[in-house]
């Protein structure tokens, strides 16, 4: 059967991948290095990624959300460590022994059952204990400990935690670290809780992307980056506090591109209303092309009469607002625009580049939602 010509495509480069990798490797410098794939690998594609990294040595770890992250995960063929970084439903952590998962522990009650599970299958599960530090999210208090510990106690299965972790609230939208030192500082005595009563961690893990870039001390054992993997900066304020570091800047390179083809041109007179509510109305006749791509591909309608898309590496302004599956762009004056056309929504053609970036700052977000949004039914092509 012939193949079928795209409309609407994410483009993923290995290249560009290979190297974020390698950067992160570096500074991880020896430690384990534990990739995030969580929100359908921030919108990349979750077997698509998954299977560029099973072809890096350099990684250790993958670290999901949810079950059915890591199943899928487990599905794709990744046979290393995987990291359940949320909550897992007390009825489905059979799964955890079954497909050799280690849970992040939230709660005592799930540690029990883990227990009972190591008994009745007479097997190990090695366990991350996720502590409070601040964030005031998931986590385990100085309070709980002495519980847990007799949990560990009572199932010699579940051995002593393979894992303590904690997660910085304020480490990305500020250059003051004042508060993420303040949860370094708690992490640190509540491990040491831990030693004394006798579950000592092997391994400790705090550093988010933006932690392992700009802080030694905050990569202890373990570093679990997620967003940097891609291509992208957690935020404008790590990006220039690792400058003024003097840092490099080419640490990384953004991996996913999305494209997507003309399908309809259409000549409209001047005093057009385009779209729904009529919210843009042209001044002079114009050459609009429809792109088959609307908010429920997770092109964000706040987007409306305010972004552009790339068309023979220039610039068409979006008209009108974004339908759930369609959208209209204006095309006037570049010239020689075809039916079939390729138009990028995000990503570089030619000597234009649409970054995550900006698409988020017009729509009031931050690059992580424009690309976790991303639909999981656009096909994922590797470049
Ligand atoms: C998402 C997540 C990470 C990765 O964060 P990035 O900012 O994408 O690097 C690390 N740890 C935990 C617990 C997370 O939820």
């Known amino acids: 059967m012939k193949q079928p010509t795209l409309l609407n495509w994410i483009e993923l480069s290995q290249a560009a991948f290979r190297q974020n990798i390698s950067s992160l490797s570096a500074l991880a410098g020896g430690r384990t290095l534990a990739i995030c794939v969580k929100a359908n690998a921030y919108g990349h594609g979750l077997p698509e990624v998954t299977r560029m990294l099973i072809n890096r040595p350099e990684v250790d770890y993958v670290t999901v959300h949810s079950l059915d992250e890591a199943l899928v995960v487990r599905e794709s063929g990744w046979a290393k460590p995987v990291m359940v970084l949320g909550p897992i439903s007390p009825s489905s952590l059979e799964a955890v022994v079954e497909h050799d998962l280690e849970p992040m522990i939230l709660d005592r009650h799930s540690l029990t059952l883990l227990g009972k599970l190591s008994e009745k299958n007479k097997c190990s599960v090695k366990t991350h204990l996720k502590l409070e530090t601040g964030t005031n999210r998931q986590g385990l208090t100085e309070n709980d400990l002495p519980a847990v510990a007799s949990v560990y106690r009572k199932y010699p299965g579940l051995g002593r935690p393979h894992g303590a972790a904690m997660h910085f609230a304020n480490i990305e939208d500020t250059t003051s670290h004042e508060y993420a030192e303040s949860q370094l500082k708690t992490f640190r005595r509540l491990v040491r809780r831990m030693s004394a009563l006798k579950i000592k961690p092997r391994l400790l893990h705090a550093a988010c992307s933006a932690a392992l870039i700009l802080f030694d001390k905050t990569r202890l054992d373990l570093v679990r980056p997620g967003i940097a993997a891609y291509g992208h900066w957690p935020s404008k304020e790590t990006y ?144």
């Not at 003097?246 to 996913?256: E, I, M, R, T, Y």
């Not at 900006?358 to 994922?380: H, K």
């Open 240 to 383: 220039l506090s690792y400058r003024l570091q003097g840092g490099s800047n080419d640490l990384f390179k953004p991996v996913l591109n999305w494209r997507a083809r003309v399908t309809q041109l259409k000549h409209v007179p001047a005093n057009s209303f385009i779209g729904y509510g009529c919210t843009y109305r042209t001044t002079s006749p114009a050459k609009l092309a429809v792109l088959p791509v609307g908010y429920a591909d997770g092109y964000d309608r706040k987007l409306s009469n305010l972004a552009y898309v790339l068309i023979k590496g220039r610039r068409a302004p979006v008209r009108g607002r974004i339908c759930m599956n369609l959208m209209m762009v204006d095309v006037t004056d570049i010239k020689g625009v075809r039916l079939g056309e390729e138009v990028t929504l995000l990503g570089r053609d030619g000597d234009e580049t649409l970054t995550a970036e900006q698409l988020a700052a017009w729509a009031g977000s931050i690059n992580y939602e424009i690309l976790a949004r991303l639909s999981p039914l656009i096909p994922r092509l590797l470049s």
